[in-house]
C-alpha cells in the first residue's frame, strides 16, 4: 500500500510563471490537506479538501493560490504568477473518512523554489 | 487564539544523555496533541499522540510524552538519546478530531554530540 505520494520532489519556477504540485492520497483516504512550511518555520495549514470539495481553506492566500480534488485523480495546489515568497517546502496529508487528524499520513513535500 | 508554542528552537544533547522537548497549547478544552519528526529534506513521522485516557502516552523509537493539563503542556521525553534521532520535531495540536487541521509549533532542531 502506497503511500501519500507528492510530485514533483523539487520544483524550480521563475518569478511569474505557474507551479502545480501533485498529491495522490492513499489508497482508500478521501480527505486531503495541504500545508507549507516557510524556512526556518513549522507547517501552516492551508486547505482541506474532499473529492470534489473544498472543506476549509481558511489558510490559503486570498490570491494565486487554488486547490483542487477531482472525483479522479490527484489533488492539486496551482501557484499563479509565483513570488519569490512563495519558495517553501508544500506538504500534503491525506486520511480516511470521519478520521480526520487521527489517521493523517503526510507525504514527503514538494520543494518549490523560485528564483 | 489557539496556538502551540515550542519554546526551544535548537537543542543539542549527548549521545546517551535524556532528552526533553517542551510544548505548551493555549486552548479552552483539551485538544488532541501530536508530536511529529522531520528528518532533513523528509515527510514528518508521526511520533505519539494523545486523544485521551492515560496521560503518559508511548511512541515509536523510544519516545514518550506527558499531557499535563494544568500546565497545558505535552513534553516529549527520551531516556537515553541516539545520534540517529537528531533531527526537527514538531508538536502539533487539533482543536477537533474531525476537522483536519492541524496547529504546528515552531519546532525544535535536535543535534545529537557524539
Known amino acids: 500500500n502506497a503511500g501519500v505520494m507528492q510530485n514533483p520532489r523539487h520544483l524550480v519556477r521563475r518569478r511569474g510563471q505557474e507551479a502545480r504540485l501533485r498529491c495522490s492520497p492513499m489508497?482508500?483516504?478521501?480527505?486531503v490537506y495541504w500545508y507549507r512550511q516557510l524556512p526556518e518555520e513549522g507547517l501552516k495549514f492551508m486547505v482541506y479538501l474532499q473529492k470534489e470539495n473544498i472543506i476549509d481553506e481558511s489558510g490559503m492566500p486570498k490570491e494565486r493560490f487554488s486547490a483542487e480534488f477531482p472525483k479522479e485523480g490527484p489533488s492539486i495546489l496551482r501557484i499563479q504568477q509565483v513570488v519569490r515568497g512563495d519558495s517553501a517546502a508544500y506538504f500534503c496529508a491525506s486520511s480516511p473518512p470521519n478520521r480526520g487528524t487521527n489517521g493523517y499520513t503526510f507525504g514527503s513535500g514538494t520543494r518549490l523554489t523560485v528564483v | 487564539a489557539q496556538s502551540v508554542t515550542q519554546p526551544d528552537i535548537h537543542i543539542t544533547v549527548s549521545e546517551g544523555a535524556s532528552l526533553e522537548l517542551r510544548c505548551n497549547y493555549s486552548?479552552?478544552?483539551?485538544?488532541?496533541l501530536f508530536w511529529y519528526v522531520q528528518s532533513p529534506g523528509q515527510g514528518l513521522q508521526l511520533l505519539l499522540k494523545?486523544?485521551?485516557?492515560?496521560?503518559l502516552v508511548q511512541g515509536i523509537k523510544g519516545f514518550e510524552a506527558e499531557f499535563k493539563r494544568s500546565q497545558s503542556s505535552f513534553n516529549l521525553r527520551k531516556p537515553s538519546v541516539h545520534w540517529s534521532d537528531a533531527a526537527e520535531y514538531f508538536c502539533a495540536v487539533a482543536f477537533s478530531s474531525n476537522t483536519g487541521k492541524l496547529i504546528f509549533g515552531q519546532g525544535t532542531t535536535l543535534q545529537v554530540k557524539p
Open positions: 486552548y479552552g478544552a483539551t485538544p488532541y
Open positions: 489508497k482508500g483516504h478521501s480527505h
Open positions: 494523545y486523544f485521551s485516557g492515560d496521560t
